[in-house]
């Protein structure tokens, strides 16, 4: 069975960093773009930053130039390093990836963590 496992959530003064670590465990051959996601109360959840296996990234724009996501694919770990935090970037912040091939040439499809809060206070 296949798990997301997030870490490095907390509370932050507004400037400060945080770095976020996304783990997937179980039976995994190969996982192909991994992801962060958040969701502030009240509002829809949304893209902060993706990076397929290849290594391409894409931003939201909001954490364009402060945040930045890498991945080790040898572990199947997922990073989000933010600095310059604000308080607008408050949110549950989830690790998600597309797909998952168990074994080679066997899918599974859209896995998700079980997310970790962040707070940042003005």
């Known amino acids: 069975q296949v798990q997301l496992v997030e870490s490095g959530g907390g509370l932050v003064q507004a400037g400060g960093s945080l770095r976020l670590s996304c783990a997937a465990s179980g039976n995994i051959f190969r996982t192909n773009d991994m992801g962060w996601y958040r969701q502030a109360p009240g509002k829809q959840r949304e893209l902060v930053a993706v990076?397929?296996?290849?290594?391409?990234?894409n931003y939201a724009d909001s954490v364009k130039g402060r945040f930045t996501i890498f991945r080790y694919n040898a572990k199947n770990t997922v990073y989000l390093q933010m600095n310059s935090l604000k308080p607008e970037d408050t949110a549950v912040y989830y690790c998600?990836?597309?797909?998952?091939?168990?074994?080679?040439?066997?899918?599974?499809?859209?896995?998700w963590g079980q997310g970790t809060q962040v707070t940042v206070s003005s």
């Open positions: 990076i397929t296996s290849g290594g391409r990234i």
């Open positions: 998600n990836t597309d797909r998952i091939e168990v074994r080679p040439g066997l899918y599974d499809y859209d896995y």
